[in-house]
């Protein structure tokens, strides 16, 4: 199941995680979200104990999404090493999002 990521818990599970991170922003009122979180979900089920895969909720966290300049919703960002090295913005198939996490792990 992908973790809940927070303001309060964003540096201690995704800047300081010794594994790749895909993080998705969301919000309940998206239509495109809602399509991409059962996804989401199943990509935190796949890469279990190999990546790191949470959810960002936008309206109750953000200052992450300031941070990190979320306009557009979904944005699915891939950290490594405490750093984006990948974005995916907007609704894809599962295959875009898992293909973009296997080349952080490679």
Same mark, same amino acid.
């Given at each position: 199941?992908a973790?809940?990521?927070t303001?309060?818990n ?6 300081? !995680?010794? $594994? ?6 969301? +919000?309940?009122?998206?239509?495109p979200?809602?399509?991409?979180g059962?996804v989401?979900?199943e990509?935190?089920?796949d890469?279990e104990g190999?990546?790191?895969?949470g959810?960002?909720?936008?309206d109750?966290?953000?200052?992450i !999404?300031? $941070?990190?300049?979320i306009?557009?919703i979904p +944005?699915?960002?891939y950290?490594k090493?405490?750093?984006?090295v990948?974005?995916q ?10 293909g973009?996490?296997d080349?952080?792990l490679?």
């Open positions: 199941m973790l809940e990521i303001d309060a964003f540096d201690e599970l995704v800047l300081k !995680s010794d $594994k790749p991170v895909l993080i998705d922003f969301w +919000a309940e009122w998206c239509g979200c809602r399509m991409v059962p989401v979900e990509i935190a089920k890469y190999k990546a790191v895969v959810k960002v909720n936008v109750n966290n953000p200052g !999404s300031v $941070k990190y300049g306009r557009n +944005a699915l960002l950290f090493n405490g750093e984006i990948d974005k913005i907007g609704a894809v198939p599962k295959s875009v999002l898992a973009k996490l080349a952080q490679a």
